[in-house]
Structure formats: C-alpha cells, structure tokens
C-alpha cells in the first residue's frame, strides 16, 4: 500500500519501510479493536434472547465476569503469534482431519477432500 502515489499524496505517508511500518501497526491496531469490542459485545450478553426455557448452564452469570484489558491483551497477543506457524503450515500443502474425512490444503488455500 505504502507504494500506492494515493496513499502518498493524500495521507503524506512515505513509500518506506518507516511507512511501511506505519501502515502495518495501523491495521494491527483496527484489527486488535475490533477484537476487543467483538469480545465485550458477546460477553455482555445482550446479543442473546434468554426466556424460561433457557438452561441455567447458558444463562449469564449474576455478576459480570470480563477480563481486564491487559489480560486480554496478552492473551490475544498469544493467540495471533500462535495463528501464524498453523497458517504457514496450512500454506505448505498440508492435510487436515475434520470430522472424520482427510482434506488436503493446497498453496492457494483451496482445500479439497482426499478420497
């Protein structure tokens, strides 16, 4: 993007690697928000219908129980640096086991089933 003279000539971000870096930690940081407010919506309940036939195991609990946001953090840290080895895996033609049937994935992210 970074090479893009629009990104230049609208935003004055430089066709760098500082720029580079920029625009990386940008979309990092809107992906990390967006996570973080997808994680408070569902924790707060409020996308859910609950009625008398709700089971209690389902139910909220009586006091909100979220993470605090440098718990969180840490373990979102952890979660992306342990995506990436499964998706450059994934990218190297590797096989997958999914309920009960052998797929293969290929280099384009194509996965076909193995008969």
Not at 5 to 19: A, D, H, R
């Amino acid at each position: 993007m970074t090479t893009l003279p629009f990104l230049y000539n609208t935003l004055g971000v430089p066709p760098t690697w500082g720029g580079f870096a920029l625009v990386w930690s940008m979309g990092i940081l809107m992906m990390l928000v967006n996570d973080w407010f997808v994680y408070a919506k569902l924790h707060s309940g409020v996308s859910q219908h609950f009625d008398s036939n709700t089971p209690a195991f389902a139910l909220p609990p009586l006091t909100a129980h979220r993470r605090p946001f440098g718990e969180w953090l840490a373990a979102w840290i952890f979660r992306e640096l342990l995506a990436l080895p499964i998706w450059c895996l994934a990218g190297c033609g590797s096989t997958v086991s999914w309920r009960s049937k052998k797929f293969q994935v290929g280099l384009d992210m194509t996965v076909h089933e193995i008969e």
